[in-house]
C-alpha cells in the first residue's frame, strides 16, 4: 500500500465517471472502475466523487469492505487533512425534525415495555434506517404473525405454591445467563447509533445476557469483543457462510480466538427477502424514482440490505455441515430452521441446536412463527428420543414481552431471542436504553411466573399452557403490535403516510 500524501484539492478534480476518486476515514481510494460493480448502484458513490464519503459509508460497509472489493494499486494515499476544507454539512428537513425528537424524547423510564422503544425511535431515526430495521418481507404478513402467535397461547397456573424466591436463571449452549433470552444478530448497527453494536454489548454484559454478533455488523468483529464488559461476559457469532470458504474459515478461527462460545450458521437467507420498505426509501435516496434509469440501471431492489449481502453462498447445503464442523470446536446451531423435519434432521447430525426462526419476517413471508413450529418440533423429537439437553432449541421472532419467552420455555425451548426491540432502545436512548429494556423483562418475568406458579424455570411444564388454538391461522383482534407496527403503504404512498418516509412532521 501507497503511504502518499495527497493534497484534497487534487482528489476533489477527481470527480466524475470517468476518473472518480473517495476519501473514506483519511483514506484515498480510486473507485472508478468499481462504480459499475457497486451492489448499491454507482449513483450514490458519485454523490461523494472527489470528497470525503466516510460519514455515508460507515453504517452499511462493515470494517474491511473496501480492501475486500478493490485491487490494493487503487489505494492511493492519505489525504494531507490540513488540505481538507471542513465542509458544511448539508442540513435536511428531516434532520431538523430528528433533533427536535430528540429534544423531546420521553424519560427511559416512561417507558413501560418493548413496544415503547419502537414509537420512540421511529422519531428518532432516520428514513433509511427506520426501513431498514422495521420492514419485513413482502406483505410482512409473517412478521406480525411472529407476534400474533404468542396471542394464541394462554396459561394455565397453578395456585398455593411457594413463590417467594423467583429464579429465572438458565444456561444457552453451557453458557450462564440470567434470563432465557439472549439478544439475537440484527446487521448494520450504525444505522441507528454511532456506536452500533457496541451499544448491545454493554448492556448485555451489564445485565448477564448474551449476545450474537452479526457477520454483518457495522463495527469491526474484534470492536464488539473489545467492548464487552467483564472477561467472563459470554458473546455468540452469527455466520454468514461465504461462497470463498476461505473466508469463512478465518473468521471463524477469529471467533474461537476471541473466545466466543457457539457458533449460529444463518440457513434462511440464501436469497434475501424482498423488504419493500427498504426498496423504497432507496429509489428516493439516489434521486431517481424512475426503476429503469437508463443512467444508472442498477438493481436496487434490495435496499441496504443488497448493498451488503451479496457474498452469501445459496449454494450452502446440509454436505458443507460436515466442513463447517471440521474446522471448529464451538457448538454449532442452525438459525432459521423452520419445519420439524430439518430440526430432526440437525439433531441427528449431532448439532447443538437450532432456532426456530424466520428471520424476524424479513425472508419468506407466509413461512410459521417459530413459536408455532416449537410445538412441532417438540413433539417428533420426542417421538425418536431426541428431546434432550444436549440439542437446545431456541425461538426468535416477534418475542415482545417475558410471558412470550416464559410460553417458548414451557413449551420445551432453553431460550428465545430477540431483534428489533433492542435495536430500537439504543437507537433512542444508546445502551442505557437496552439495560432498561431487560430490565422490563426481568420485572414482566419475575411477575409472570410468581403468578404462573413455577418459581424456576424447571417448573414451567408443557400442562401450564393452553397451546390448542396456536396452529390456527386466525386474524387476531387489535394488540399492541398491531397498532405499533407501521401499516404498509402502496407504491405511490398514502395521503398521510409518504412512501418510505418516516412518521414525524416534516
Ligand atoms: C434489522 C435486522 C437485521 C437483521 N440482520 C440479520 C443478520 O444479519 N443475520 C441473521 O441471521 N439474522 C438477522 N436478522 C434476524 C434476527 O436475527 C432475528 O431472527 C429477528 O430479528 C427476530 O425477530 P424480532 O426482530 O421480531 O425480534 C435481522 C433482523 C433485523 C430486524
Same mark, same amino acid.
Given at each position: 500500500m501507497s503511504g502518499k500524501l495527497l493534497n484534497a484539492e487534487e482528489v476533489a478534480k &477527481?470527480? @466524475? +465517471? /470517468?476518473s472518480c476518486h473517495v476519501i473514506v476515514h483519511g483514506k484515498v481510494y480510486d473507485v472508478t472502475e468499481f462504480l459499475p460493480d457497486h451492489p448499491g448502484g454507482k449513483g450514490i458513490i458519485l454523490k461523494y466523487a472527489g470528497k470525503d464519503a466516510t460519514e455515508a459509508y460507515d453504517p452499511i460497509h462493515p470494517p474491511g469492505t473496501l480492501e475486500e472489493n478493490l485491487a490494493p494499486e487503487k489505494y492511493l494515499g492519505e489525504v494531507d487533512q490540513s488540505t481538507l476544507k471542513k465542509e458544511e454539512k448539508e442540513v435536511t428537513e428531516e434532520d431538523k425534525q430528528i433533533a427536535k425528537n430528540k429534544e423531546n424524547l420521553p424519560m427511559l423510564s416512561q417507558c413501560l415495555n418493548l413496544y415503547d422503544f419502537e414509537v420512540v425511535a421511529r422519531q428518532v431515526l432516520k428514513g433509511t434506517a427506520w426501513a431498514y430495521y422495521s420492514s419485513g418481507a413482502d406483505d410482512e404478513v409473517t412478521m406480525r404473525e411472529n407476534n400474533t402467535a404468542f396471542g394464541r397461547i394462554w396459561f394455565r397456573p397453578r395456585i398455593l405454591r411457594d413463590v417467594s424466591n423467583i429464579d429465572f436463571s438458565t444456561s444457552l449452549l453451557g453458557q450462564k445467563s440470567k434470563m432465557p433470552i439472549y439478544i439475537t444478530a440484527t446487521a448494520l448497527g450504525k444505522l441507528g447509533h454511532p456506536d452500533g453494536e457496541k451499544n448491545l454489548t454493554i448492556a448485555a454484559g451489564k445485565e448477564g445476557l448474551i449476545q450474537m454478533i452479526p457477520t454483518l455488523a457495522s463495527c469491526s468483529f474484534d470492536e464488539i469483543c473489545d467492548a464487552?464488559? &467483564? +472477561?467472563q461476559q459470554v458473546q455468540f457469532f452469527q455466520l454468514y457462510v461465504n461462497s470463498n470458504r476461505a473466508v469463512t474459515e478465518k473468521i471463524i478461527r477469529r471467533a474461537e480466538e476471541r473466545g466466543v462460545k457457539g457458533l449460529f450458521v444463518t440457513v434462511d437467507a440464501p436469497q434475501l427477502g424482498r423488504r419493500e420498505k427498504d426498496m423504497r426509501i432507496k429509489f428516493e435516496d439516489t434521486g431517481s424514482r424512475v426503476q429503469n434509469d437508463s443512467k444508472d440501471d442498477v438493481?436496487? @431492489? /434490495?435496499g441496504a440490505a443488497r448493498a451488503i449481502s451479496s457474498f452469501i453462498d445459496p449454494s450452502l447445503s446440509w454436505d458443507d455441515l460436515h466442513w463447517l464442523r471440521s474446522v471448529t470446536r464451538m457448538p454449532i446451531v442452525l438459525k432459521g430452521v423452520q419445519t420439524w423435519e430439518d430440526a430432526v434432521r440437525a439433531a441427528e447430525m449431532g448439532l447443538s441446536g437450532v432456532v426456530l426462526s424466520n428471520h424476524g419476517g424479513r425472508q419468506l413471508d407466509f413461512s410459521r412463527s417459530g413459536i408455532e413450529i416449537l410445538g412441532e418440533v417438540v413433539r417428533e423429537l420426542k417421538a425418536r428420543k431426541l428431546f434432550s439437553p444436549m440439542f437446545q432449541l431456541f425461538v426468535d421472532g416477534g418475542v415482545r414481552r417475558a410471558s412470550d419467552a416464559l410460553k417458548a420455555v414451557a413449551m420445551g425451548a432453553t431460550a428465545v431471542g430477540i431483534g428489533r426491540p433492542f435495536l430500537y432502545a439504543y437507537s433512542a436512548y444508546g445502551p442505557e436504553g437496552v439495560q432498561h429494556a431487560i430490565q422490563l423483562l426481568k420485572a414482566e418475568m419475575e411477575m409472570n411466573m410468581r403468578l404462573i406458579g413455577a418459581p424456576t424455570l424447571k417448573d414451567l411444564v408443557p400442562e401450564m399452557v393452553d397451546t390448542r388454538a396456536l396452529n390456527q391461522h386466525v386474524v387476531f383482534p387489535e394488540t399492541s403490535a398491531n397498532t405499533v407496527y407501521e401499516r404498509m403503504s402502496t407504491a405511490v404512498g398514502s395521503p398521510d403516510e409518504p412512501v418510505g418516509k418516516p412518521v414525524v412532521k416534516l
Open positions: &477527481h470527480n @466524475s +465517471e /470517468q464487552r464488559v &467483564h +472477561e438493481d436496487r @431492489s /434490495q
